[in-house]
């Protein structure tokens, strides 16, 4: 039984940070490109940030390169989103995905398996 489970999300004034992990099981985490993606209300869900499963390589979105900053523990079976200088606009529900042998992969519909998603509001 293959399972994501994202926490960190909240409120946090704009400016500030907020750090998002997304904890799996059921897998063999290291042969996983994992992604980050959002969706605010009455939007399409968009792409965020990718890690491939060897490591280090990342890919971010335009409107988040430069502010955030994705990870992961092998370890720990865990990928991170470090989020700083939140806008208002980075509001939504933030969903991590796993996708096998994936290298910069930004489609959605590629990715195998999703996390429930977490809340990011971030205010003015």
């Keep these: 039984q293959v399972q994501l489970v994202e926490s960190g999300g ?10 998002l992990s997304c904890a799996t099981s059921g897998l063999t985490f290291s042969r996983y490109g994992m992604g980050w993606f ?38 720990k079976n865990t990928v991170y989103l470090q989020m700083n200088s939140l806008k208002p606009e980075d509001t939504a529900v933030y969903y991590c995905a796993a996708d096998l042998w994936a290298v910069r992969v930004v489609k959605d519909y590629e990715y195998d398996y999703w996390g ?9």
């Design 10 to 19: 909240g409120l946090v004034q704009a400016g500030g940070s907020l750090r």
């Design 38 to 75: 959002r969706q605010a209300p009455g939007k399409e869900r968009e792409f965020v940030a990718t890690m491939s499963w060897s490591g280090p390589s990342t890919y971010y979105a335009d409107s988040v390169k430069g502010r955030f900053t994705i990870s992961r523990d092998n370890a």
């Design 116 to 124: 429930q998603g977490t809340q990011v509001t971030v205010s003015s």
